[in-house]
T-cell receptor, first 113, second 113 residues
Framework: DAMVIQNPRYQVTQFGKPVTLSCSQT?????MYWYQQKSSQAPKLLFH???????NEADTPDNFQSRRPNTSFCFLDIRSPGLGDAAMYLC????????????FGDGTRLSIL | SQQGEEDPQALSIQEGENATMNCSYK?????LQWYRQNSGRGLVHLIL?????REKHSGRLRVTLDTSKKSSSLLITASRAADTASYFC?????????????FGKGTLLTVNP
């Protein structure tokens, strides 16, 4: 089935050690998103791509970077993770057509030691 | 930023009962969407309702939209234990990016067997 796949499901890293989270999609959607979700909160948008056009949210820390080398793949890089970055990271995609929902992966749970 | 507010924040019912969750928002919208999130998983799209629509059904789900009151409701009929999840409303706001969702804080629904 077409889907959004996030790897790994669980990631543990050390304080300050760079980490990369991965997302791939088989939907061929133009738009890809990265969200951060902390316990009992709504997802918070970090940034999104329309094709290769990168759109950063104003309050996304510089510590968070992203790459989209092609339509299918998108990466979230956290350059120097702090304890406050422990969260679930969700990737989502959307068609460019109007009035369409977003399709989410199952997320990567990031823990910081 | 979040503009949606779900009500109630938590709801506990018995299997077979109906569950109603409400969502209010502040700005004009293009559409409103409801998502479900099981614990530790990604969000799953349930229903999208456009601003010119008043009601939509999908299986046991019924969504209403009142743009004059800037509110929406999600009704789950004949609930099942498997319906236990967090439910989020999210809006695509008029005048903003068609590709960004503004999420509410969510309702945690518990259906007791």
């Amino acid at each position: 089935d077409a889907m959004v796949i996030q790897n790994p499901r669980y990631q543990v890293t050390q304080f300050g050690k760079p980490v990369t989270l991965s997302c791939s999609q088989t939907l061929n959607h133009n738009v890809m998103y990265w969200y951060q979700q902390k316990s009992s909160q709504a997802p918070k948008l970090l940034f999104h791509y329309y094709d290769k056009d990168f759109n950063n949210e104003a309050d996304t820390p510089d510590n968070f970077q992203s790459r989209r080398p092609n339509t299918s793949f998108c990466f979230l890089d956290i350059r120097s993770p702090g304890l406050g970055d422990a969260a679930m990271y969700l990737c989502a995609t959307r068609s460019r057509l109007g009035n369409q929902p977003q399709h989410f992966g199952d997320g990567t749970r990031l823990s910081i030691l | 930023s979040q503009q949606g507010e779900e009500d109630p924040q938590a709801l506990s019912i018995q299997e077979g009962e109906n569950a109603t969750m409400n969502c209010s928002y502040k700005t004009s919208i293009n559409n409103l969407q409801w998502y479900r999130q099981n614990s530790g998983r990604g969000l799953v799209h349930l229903i999208l309702i456009r601003s010119n629509e008043r009601e939509k059904h999908s299986g046991r789900l019924r969504v209403t939209l009142d743009t004059s009151k800037k509110s929406s409701s999600l009704l789950i009929t004949a609930s099942r234990a498997a319906d236990t999840a967090s439910y989020f409303c999210a809006t695509v706001n008029s005048g903003g990016s068609n590709y960004k969702l503004t999420f509410g804080k969510g309702t945690l629904l518990t259906v007791n067997p």
